[in-house]
């Protein structure tokens, strides 16, 4: 799967960084809510030495963090393994399916069908998350313009009708086919099979300390919030669900987590 390379567009300076990190800390701290819905990021693009800076940013404030994740080294162990065993077979299994998809975005628009983007998970690590693509080639560069229709209560970015997914966007998101490609990122290490959606830098910029609480652990395929709605769960509660599972994980509630995400795809709970 190619890479993209980290856009260059704005070159962000640590003052740049830390001044929306100490204005979203002073907000919380005056209990002025921090995740009504989002219609204007302060920030878009991050070149390399931006999310330098916002990765140690997320690990000095993780290392005063109150929860403590749950499993010892023996679970992680065992997690690893599962996880290289499940997303070696996902992707064997897959490999036909995911071959005719990417030819029909292919037809669609001519552009390429895996899409790549930068995502931060344990410790405020950034790494790249595939996709199969579901908007326009220039979706990212459009962002800007469609921000300000965020329909979500908080900061992650949701709309019920965005102008950039194409025709078979809507399908493989709708289906979840468009994330098959993490299993990728699961087999390489950058993520697990149950663990907090990763998130996006523009996104965790916003956060306060108690929602940096997400990225204690590795980001994963699903976690709660995928098996109890999605799209459809408040901000906040999502971030409760993560830190809930963060607290009481064990493999037993890995698995009861898969089989419950694999329901809510067949059903297409929540999805958007």
Request: charged share 30%.
């Amino acid at each position: 799967m190619p890479e993209q390379k980290i856009s260059q567009k704005a070159l962000l300076t640590e003052d740049d960084v830390t001044e929306v990190m100490l204005k979203e800390l002073e907000n919380e701290k005056n209990g002025k809510p921090s995740t009504e819905g989002v219609t204007d990021y302060p920030i878009l693009e991050f070149d390399d030495h931006a999310l330098s800076l916002l990765s140690s940013g997320v690990h000095e404030t993780l290392l005063y963090s109150e929860v403590k994740p749950s499993g010892g080294k023996a679970y992680e162990i065992i997690k690893r393994l599962f996880d290289i065993v499940v997303s070696a077979l996902a992707l064997l299994i897959l490999l036909i399916p995911l071959g005719i998809v990417c030819c029909l975005i292919y037809v669609e628009d001519k552009g390429n069908p895996v899409f790549s983007q930068v995502r931060l998970t344990k410790d405020g690590k950034p790494f790249r998350m595939y996709k199969l693509r579901s908007m326009c080639i220039d979706a990212e560069e459009r962002f800007a313009q469609v921000q300000k229709e965020n329909k979500s209560d908080g900061i992650a970015f949701k709309s019920d009708d965005d102008p950039r997914i194409t025709r078979i966007g809507k399908f493989i998101r709708k289906t979840s086919i468009d994330e098959l490609p993490q299993f990728w990122n699961v087999l390489k290490g950058d993520m697990s099979i149950i663990g907090p959606r990763p998130p996006l830098p523009r996104e965790v910029v916003l956060y306060t300390p108690k929602q940096m609480n997400r990225l204690l652990i590795k980001g994963g395929l699903s976690c709660i919030c995928q098996t109890e709605g999605r799209s459809d769960m408040e901000f906040n509660k999502w971030v409760e669900s993560d830190i809930r599972y963060i607290k009481n994980r064990s493999i037993g509630l890995d698995i009861s987590l898969m089989f419950k995400t694999a329901a809510a795809v067949i059903m297409r709970k929540g999805a958007k």
